[in-house]
């Protein structure tokens, strides 16, 4: 590859062109929170995160949504945390490096890369249809337990590797069993590392629309039971925008998720900063 | 001693059942999609499905072709606006620029990366889809608009991964090469992009995975008519709006049609999740 500037000059240009790229990139990603913030925060108040929606929508608050939301990630964070970290201290602690984890890992690493969608699709034909659960809270938060299964599993499998060595033979060595020394010693170093995959996941169920709808319903009452159909903010979100029911409404939902999404990830961001800077 | 050796077998033995039970849901998904969309084909043949261009599909005419393309070209347009983006600024912000900027700008790009995706379709409609149909004419919302916003949804991605790989090579490969004379510019692209290619590959494919699956964003830009786009200011359907869009009111043939709609999604992605699997293999041993 002969290029056709001298190599200082074509370091000029190419260096300028990346800056302007980058500049760019920065930018178009900060303009979408501030363009959402702009529109959206002037719509925020206390009436508008604890009333009921009035109309499908077009007026009022969006409370039962912020329920909804609560609702099915709980559900979905509590069944997938524990098979997620279990499924990680297998990976890691109870077994060696071989065909067995390979496969385990081939298949966190596909569950990883399905579209939601698909699990959307699953979820409705399993939970909803099959197993007769209907359109509900359930059927929801199994589907997204599903949906984030493998971020815990990948995050919660770093963590624990990076836990060093020297902890587990202590522990062993001072007569611990290989349980006593999991439990006790490695988890407890981990957790930070494991939580950062819990608060990533909660993050991913906030936001998920399509394997949500079609799993929990679309709702708008207050839900009573698992067995409700919930409507969820994404969902609603969605909905007011795409139905033209009430753009300054769609906004204020919109500034409301992505104000708890950008709060999550910083969350996030710094627990895993510490927990490398305790270990490095 | 010899109790705690068999109750230490019991955990061993449970965590097994817990890891395969997490898998094993890749199988029962598998299953379910597979067994309720396969048949379908069959009994219409695969070339009503693959080779059409009618989706009638209340009238025994699935053709998802016009839905493959539709996914295929809003897809690599994704990637002609992400990729270059996110490997430009990957590079930017590893070679030519100094570490302050780089621990700065990386975290502000990830908290980014958790946008819910309906926001930047919405982005779509406000902001871009009005733009394409007052400069370039048509409807706006087209195979362009949703190409863009799925380029920039997929950004994030791309950048942080492909810093990452390129991060991970040993220091002494660019100390060498500028010892030897060549400008920075040089190194990255006759060095260290090489070097780190698989990284940068499986961050592509990755990235390519979101931009594939993404549902809802699409569904709000592209305009969704199952005709065969003759331009990029034309509005197109992917293969997960389709789904999307009808899912809600069909029965019967009509939603097998939709699971089959799904096979063909599910079958595209595990093809690029087993590239970018081997490709991310290759590069950590």
């Not at chain 1, 007769?132 to 938060?141: F, N, P, Q, T």
């Not at chain 2, 100094?98 to 309906?118: D, F, N, Q, Y």
Request: aromatic letters at 8%; proline letters at 4%.
């Amino acid at each position: 590859m002969r290029s056709w500037l001298a190599p200082r000059k074509e370091e000029k240009v190419v260096r300028t062109i990346f800056l302007f790229i980058t500049i760019l990139s920065v930018c178009l990603l900060a303009f979408i929170v501030a363009f959402i913030l702009k529109h959206g925060l002037p719509v925020l108040s206390w009436d508008f995160l604890t009333r009921n929606p009035v109309e499908m929508g077009k007026e009022g608050g969006i409370f039962p949504t912020i329920i909804g939301t609560v609702a099915l990630t709980l559900l979905a964070i509590i069944i997938a945390t524990p098979i997620g970290v279990g499924t990680a201290i297998f990976l890691t602690e109870y077994t060696t490096e071989g065909r067995l984890t390979r496969i385990i890992r081939f298949g966190s690493e596909c569950l990883a890369g399905i579209p939601s969608i698909i699990f959307g699709l699953f979820g409705f034909i399993l939970f909803v249809t099959k197993m007769k659960m209907g359109w509900s809270i359930l059927s929801g938060g199994l589907t997204l337990t599903f949906m984030v299964l493998p971020t815990i599993i990948r995050t919660s499998e770093e963590a624990i590797r990076f836990v060093p060595k020297a902890y587990r033979e202590v522990s062993l060595s001072l007569g611990g069993t290989k349980w006593q020394t999991v439990f006790r010693v490695v988890l407890p170093a981990a957790l930070p590392g494991i939580a950062t995959g819990i608060i990533l996941s909660i993050g991913r169920c906030i936001g998920e629309t399509a394997a949500v709808i079609f799993t929990a319903g679309s709702a708008l009452r207050l839900p009573t039971s698992l067995f409700s159909s919930s409507r969820t903010m994404s969902v609603h979100f969605y909905i007011l925008a795409r139905e033209g029911i009430s753009m300054s409404q769609a906004y204020g939902t919109a500034a409301v998720l992505i104000i708890s999404i950008l709060l999550i990830n910083v969350v996030t961001y710094s627990l895993m900063n510490r927990f490398l800077r305790k270990y490095s | 001693m010899r109790k705690l050796k068999g109750k230490e077998r019991l955990i061993r033995l449970s965590l097994l059942v817990v890891a395969f039970s997490a898998i094993s849901v890749l199988g029962l998904i598998t299953l379910f999609i597979f067994s309720e969309g396969l048949p379908i084909m069959f009994r219409h043949g695969l070339k009503n499905f693959l080779f059409n261009l009618d989706w009638y599909p209340t009238e025994g005419s699935f053709g998802l072709l016009p839905m493959i393309i539709g996914s295929l070209l809003v897809t690599i347009g994704a990637m002609l606006v992400g990729v270059p983006l996110g490997l430009a600024g990957a590079i930017y912000l590893t070679q030519f620029t100094s570490k302050k900027v780089r621990v700065v700008v990386k975290p502000l790009i990830e908290l980014l990366a958790g946008i819910p995706s309906v926001v930047y379709g919405f982005i779509g409609v406000v902001i871009l889809v009005p733009l394409i149909r007052t400069y370039l004419g048509g409807p706006g919302l087209s195979v362009l608009a949703a190409a863009v916003i799925l380029g920039i949804m997929i950004l994030p991605t791309i950048l942080s991964i492909s810093i990452d790989s390129l991060m991970a090579l040993p220091p002494s490969y660019r100390e060498g090469s500028i010892a030897l004379g060549a400008t920075q510019w040089q190194t990255v692209r006759l060095v260290l992009l090489p070097a780190a290619r698989s990284g940068v590959v499986a961050s592509i494919i990755l990235g390519m995975g979101r931009a594939v699956g993404e549902t809802m964003a699409v569904i709000m830009i592209a305009g969704n008519a199952t005709s065969l786009p003759r331009s990029i200011l034309d509005p197109v359907r992917t293969l997960t709006s389709n789904i999307a869009l009808e899912m809600g009111y069909a029965s019967g043939e009509h939603r097998q049609a939709l699971f089959a709609t799904g096979v063909i999604l599910f079958i595209i992605i595990m093809v690029l999740n087993t590239i970018a699997n081997l490709t991310s293999r290759k590069m950590s041993s």
